[in-house]
C-alpha cells in the first residue's frame, strides 16, 4: 500500500461491460491542431473509437459531455490504435486503427460550430487494407530510413510480419521458428525489429533482412498479401530473458544512443542496442503496464510500472524514485500534455476506467481530537474481563475451538431414494454380460433459509456404478426456496460396487456484511442404493470356496422376511436358504440355522461376500429395531481370511507393476517412432535424394508396436481399476469381521477404516500398498505398540512404492495379532502408554518380535489364525436346511 496517491485531474468510465488492454490507448494530437495539446484516443475490444480532450473545472472533475470530442462504433474489435504520418503526399498525422482482419487509417478533423453546442469532430476513411491472417499486433515507423512518412508493420497471430509503405503492400515474412506471437517494436536507430519470440528470447531482426529475402515459393498468386513463406531469416542478435514479455519500448536520446526495455513478468530489463544487458531490476509485484520516458538528470531514464496491486512505481533506472496509490490496475498508461499541463499521467484500466492524474501530496487538514481523561475503575475492569473470560470459556467448552455457526439452518438437504427400481431404466444401452441393466432414481431436495450464492451440488457413488448427472447449479435469491432435482443410478461394468451408499455434497457461499462475497460452506447427505440394483435372485449353490459364519444373540430370522424381494422359489425353500446373483455372473448363498442363531454366507469369490454380509447385518438391525428389542448383537468367531485378502492384494499390486512396465516400453516406442520421424523427414527434405534404407518399414513396425502397447495400457487400467474395487470390497469385509470378532466399537473400526481405505482413486504415483502400510505402521508404533522403544522409532517422510507386499502383509498380520491380545485403537496422546497385553480366552498365542521378522507373512497368517482354538472356529452349522434338494 503506498503512503501517497495519485492526483485525480480528470476521471471517467468508458461504456459498460467493454474490455480494454495494453494498444487501446494512445495520445497524440491527432486532430493537427498545433497548439501542442494532445488528445485521448481509446479503442475497445466491442468496437468503440473515443477521442477525448479533457478541461476539467478544477481539479478531481468527472468527464463532461464537451470533453468527448468523438465517439463511434466500429463494426470490428480495435486491437491497437496509433497516430502517425501514414498517408502520402501530407506531412499531417493520420490515425491507424488495427483489427484482427483488417486496418484502416483515418483522418480526423474539426470544425467550428456556430452555436452553443461547440466544434464538430468526424473521422474519414482515408484507406484499409484487408488482412489474410488474423492480427496481433503493430508498429510503425521511418522503416529504411525514408522521411517524412512513417511505414506500419503488423505481425499476425502465426508470426508474419507484414509491412504495408502506406496505401500499398509491400511484403510478408515468417519469423523463423514462431510460435506465439510477442510484443514488437521499432528502433529507428539501427533500422531493426526487436520482439520476444515464444522461446523467451528478445530478438532483432533487421529492415535490410527482411526486405531482401526472397520468397522460397515463386508460383503465381492471385494476391501478394498470401506469399507467406521465406527464406530462413537471420536473426541479428537474441539475448535469452527466461520469462515471457509483456511489453517492448525504445527510447531513442540522440542519434549516437538508444536503449531496449523489455517488461517481462517479474523483471525489468534495459538493454543495448546491440542486445547487451545495461541494467535489470527485480520487480516485487506483479506488473502490468511500463512506460519509459527521459529523465531530466543525463544519463538516466525514468519509467512508469503498473502493477497488479494498483500502484504506481516511478524508477530512475533501478532506483525506485516514488510510489502512489490508483483506484485500479492500469494495462496501459501514457503521458502527454493536457491543456498546458505537461507529464500528465494517463491511465486506463481492462474495464474502462480512464483516468488523468499527476504526483504530489495534498496537505492533511485532520487534527485529532483531545481525549478527555477520566479516572479508570480497575474494578469494574477486573469483574468485566472476569465475565468475558467466562464467556470464552463456555463457548471453548460447548463449541470447541472453532465456535459452529448455525449453517445447517442455512441450507437443509435431503435425498431419497425410490423404493421401486425405474420401470424404463435410464441406462444408456448398457448390458452386463446377459442381464439387463436396472437403474433407480434418487431425489435430492434443497431447502434455504437466507440468500445463498454459487450453489453447487454434487453427487458421487461408487464405481462401476455411474450417475446420468453428477453436476446441478442453483440460484438461491430468495429465502425459503425450494428446489428438488432428480437423476439414475446404474451399474456400468461387470464386477459388484465396493459400497452401496452414494453422497450428495452441497458447496454455497453465505453472504455477510464483512464478505459480500460470501464465506465458502459445505454441508452433504448420504444415502443408501437398494442391492436389487446390482443383485438378481438366484439359484443356491452347495459347493463354495469361500465361507463365513456370523452368530447372533436372537433367535433366527426368515430369510423371507429379511429379503423379500428375492425371492426365486416356494417360500417354504426361502425361509433358510436364498441366493444372490450379481450382474456379471458370480453368486452367493445365504443359509440361515434353524435353531442355533447362525447365518453362513457362501460364494466361489471372496470379496463377493461383502455386501450380502453386509446387508445381512443391516437388515437383521432393522428388523430387531422394529421389534423393540436393542439388545442386538452379531459376532464372529472362525478364523481371519487372511491369505484370501492377501491374494487380492497381489493381484492388485502386480496389476501396478504391469502397469509400470507397459508406460515405460510405451514411452521408449514412441521415443523410437519420433527418431525414425526425423530420420524419414530429413530424407525427405534432402535435395539429393537418398535411399530410405527401410525406414518406412521400420516406421510402419514401430506404429502397430505403439498401438498395442496403449491398448494394453488401456486394458491393465481397466483391470486395475477392477481389482482396486474387489480390493476395497475386500477390506471391508476384513475390517467388518475385525470389528465383530473383538467387538470393537464404532470410534475405533473408524479408526480401522481410514487407514485400510485411504484413497477413493488408485494412480501409479500414490498407490493403496504403500499408503495402508504407513497408516498400520503408524498405528503400531503408537496406540498398539508394546514398548516405548517402538515409539521411538520415526516412520520415513516420503512414500515410496514398495518392491512387493511381503512388509505390508507382515504389518496386516502383526496388527491382527496386536488386536487379539487385548490391544485397543485410539487415537489421544495417552495412546503411548499401550494396554497390558492380556490373552483373551480362546485367543492367538503370542508371536515373538523376533520370530515375525524371520517368519514370512503366509506363515505367521497360517499359524496366526489358521490354529484358532475358538469353541466354534469355523462351525459346520449342522442344522442348516439341508441343500439336497436344490440344483447347483
Not at 247 to 265: K, P, R, T, W
Request: glycine content about 6%; aromatic content about 8%; overall charge negative.
Amino acid at each position: 500500500m503506498s503512503l501517497f496517491k495519485a492526483r485525480d485531474w480528470w476521471s471517467t468510465v468508458l461504456g459498460e461491460k467493454e474490455e480494454f488492454d495494453q494498444g487501446c490507448l494512445c495520445l497524440a494530437d491527432v486532430d493537427n491542431s498545433g497548439n501542442g495539446q494532445d488528445k485521448i484516443i481509446v479503442g475497445s475490444y466491442m468496437g468503440y473509437l473515443r477521442i477525448f480532450n479533457p478541461h476539467p473545472v478544477k481539479t478531481g472533475d468527472g468527464a463532461q459531455a464537451e470533453d468527448l470530442l468523438l465517439e463511434v462504433q466500429l463494426r470490428d474489435p480495435i486491437l491497437q490504435v496509433e497516430v502517425g504520418q501514414f498517408v502520402s503526399g501530407t506531412e499531417m498525422l493520420h490515425l491507424a486503427v488495427l483489427h484482427s482482419r483488417k486496418l484502416c487509417v483515418y483522418s480526423v478533423s474539426g470544425t467550428l460550430g456556430n452555436v452553443e453546442h461547440g466544434n464538430q469532430y468526424q473521422i474519414k476513411l482515408m484507406y484499409e487494407h484487408n488482412l489474410q491472417r488474423t492480427a496481433c499486433n503493430m508498429t510503425y515507423g521511418s522503416f529504411g530510413g525514408v522521411k517524412g512518412r512513417d511505414l506500419i508493420c503488423i505481425q499476425s497471430m502465426d508470426g508474419m510480419l507484414m509491412v504495408f509503405e502506406q496505401e500499398s503492400y509491400a511484403f510478408g515474412r515468417f519469423l523463423p521458428g514462431s510460435l506465439l506471437p510477442g510484443p514488437l517494436a521499432y528502433s529507428s536507430r539501427t533500422d531493426s525489429f526487436i520482439t520476444v519470440s515464444s522461446c523467451r528470447q528478445v530478438e532483432s531482426y533487421k529492415y535490410q533482412v527482411l526486405a531482401f529475402a526472397t520468397d522460397a515459393d515463386k508460383r503465381q498468386e492471385t494476391e501478394q498479401q498470401k506469399l507467406g513463406s521465406g527464406k530462413r531469416l537471420v536473426v541479428d542478435w537474441t539475448l535469452n530473458i527466461g520469462e515471457q514479455a509483456l511489453d517492448i519500448c525504445i527510447m531513442s536520446f540522440n542519434q549516437s544512443a538508444s536503449s531496449v526495455f523489455v517488461l517481462g513478468e517479474r523483471n525489468f530489463f534495459c538493454l543495448k542496442d546491440n542486445g547487451q544487458i545495461q541494467f535489470m531490476k527485480k520487480l516485487d509485484c506483479s506488473p502490468s503496464c511500463f512506460l519509459p520516458y527521459c529523465s531530466v538528470s543525463e544519463g538516466t531514464v525514468n519509467t512508469l510500472i503498473g502493477n497488479h496491486n494498483s500502484l504506481l512505481h516511478v524508477y530512475q533506472d533501478v532506483t525506485l524514485k516514488w510510489a502512489s496509490q490508483l483506484p485500479h490496475v492500469p494495462v496501459a498508461v501514457r503521458v502527454g500534455s493536457l491543456r498546458d499541463l505537461k507529464g500528465v499521467i494517463v491511465t486506463l484500466s481492462e474495464d474502462g476506467h480512464l483516468q488523468c492524474s499527476y504526483l504530489g501530496t495534498d496537505p492533511s487538514l485532520f487534527q485529532a481530537p483531545k481525549v478527555e481523561s477520566r479516572e479508570l475503575n480497575y474494578d469494574a475492569l477486573d469483574a468485566e474481563l472476569k465475565e468475558l473470560q467466562k464467556i470464552i470459556k463456555d463457548v471453548n467448552k460447548s463449541q470447541g475451538v472453532w465456535p459452529m455457526t448455525e449453517r445447517e439452518d442455512d441450507l437443509k438437504i435431503s435425498a431419497m431414494v425410490s423404493p421401486n427400481l425405474d420401470s424404463v431404466s435410464q441406462a444408456p444401452d448398457v448390458e452386463v454380460g446377459t442381464d439387463h441393466v436396472p437403474s433407480v432414481t434418487v431425489k435430492v431436495t434443497l431447502q434455504n433459509r437466507v440468500a445463498l450464492q454459487k450453489t453447487k451440488l454434487s453427487v458421487y457413488v461408487q464405481p462401476p456404478l455411474v450417475l446420468s448427472r453428477d453436476q446441478f447449479t442453483f440460484e438461491f435469491t430468495a429465502p425459503e426456496m425450494t428446489r428438488t432435482v432428480a437423476f439414475s443410478v446404474f451399474l456400468k461394468g461387470s464386477y459388484a460396487p465396493p459400497e452401496l451408499e452414494g453422497n450428495a455434497v452441497v458447496s454455497y457461499a453465505r453472504p455477510t456484511d464483512r464478505s459480500p462475497e460470501g464465506i465458502p460452506r459445505v454441508i452433504q447427505c448420504k444415502f443408501r442404493l437398494p442391492l436389487k440394483l446390482v443383485c438378481l435372485p438366484g439359484q443356491p449353490s452347495k459347493i463354495a470356496s469361500h465361507k463365513l459364519t456370523i452368530d447372533t444373540n436372537k433367535p433366527p430370522v426368515s430369510l423371507l422376511s429379511l429379503f423379500p424381494g428375492f425371492a426365486n422359489q416356494s417360500e417354504e425353500e426361502q425361509v433358510n436358504v436364498m441366493g444372490f446373483r450379481f450382474l456379471g455372473g458370480s453368486q452367493v448363498t445365504l443359509l440361515a440355522s434353524k435353531t442355533s442363531q447362525r447365518y453362513r454366507i457362501q460364494s466361489e469369490q471372496f470379496e463377493d461376500l461383502w455386501l450380502i454380509t453386509n446387508e445381512l447385518i443391516l437388515r437383521l438391525r432393522e428388523y430387531f429395531e422394529k421389534q423393540g428389542s436393542k439388545d442386538f448383537a452379531c459376532s464372529f468367531s472362525g478364523s481371519m481370511p487372511l491369505q484370501e485378502y492377501f491374494a487380492l492384494i497381489d493381484h492388485h499390486f502386480e496389476l501396478r507393476k504391469n502397469g509400470e512396465k507397459l508406460e515405460e516400453l510405451l514411452s521408449e516406442r514412441a521415443v523410437q517412432f519420433r527418431a525414425i520421424q526425423r530420420r524419414l523427414l530429413t530424407r525427405f527434405k534432402d535435395k539429393t535424394p537418398a535411399p530410405l534404407q527401410h525406414l518406412d518399414t521400420l516406421l510402419d513396425g514401430t506404429h502397430q508396436q505403439v498401438m498395442a502397447l496403449a491398448d494394453a495400457v488401456e486394458e491393465n487400467q481397466a483391470s486395475l481399476l477392477q481389482a482396486f474395487s474387489r480390493l476395497r470390497s475386500a477390506t471391508h469385509l476384513l475390517l467388518l469381521l475385525v470389528g465383530l470378532w473383538q467387538k470393537l466399537s464404532a470410534d475405533q473400526v473408524a479408526i480401522l477404516e481410514a487407514a485400510f481405505l485411504p484413497l477413493q482413486h488408485d494412480t501409479q504415483e500414490l498407490g493403496w500398498e504403500e499408503t495402508v502400510d504407513a497408516a498400520v505402521s503408524h498405528l503400531l508404533k503408537t496406540c498398539l505398540s508394546k514398548s516405548s522403544k517402538e515409539q521411538a522409532l520415526s516412520l520415513g517422510s516420503q512414500l515410496s512404492k514398495p518392491r512387493d507386499t511381503s512388509r505390508l502383509k507382515k504389518h496386516i498380520t502383526l496388527l491382527c495379532d496386536r488386536l487379539a491380545k487385548g490391544g485397543r485403537l485410539c487415537l489421544s496422546t495417552d495412546a503411548a502408554a499401550p494396554p497390558a497385553m492380556v490373552m483373551p480366552a480362546g485367543g492367538c498365542a503370542p508371536i515373538p518380535e523376533s520370530d515375525l521378522e524371520e517368519r514370512s507373512p503366509e506363515q505367521d497368517s497360517t499359524e496366526l489364525f489358521s490354529g484358532h482354538k475358538h469353541p466354534s472356529a469355523e462351525p459346520p452349522v449342522p442344522e442348516v436346511a439341508s441343500l439336497q434338494g436344490v440344483s447347483e
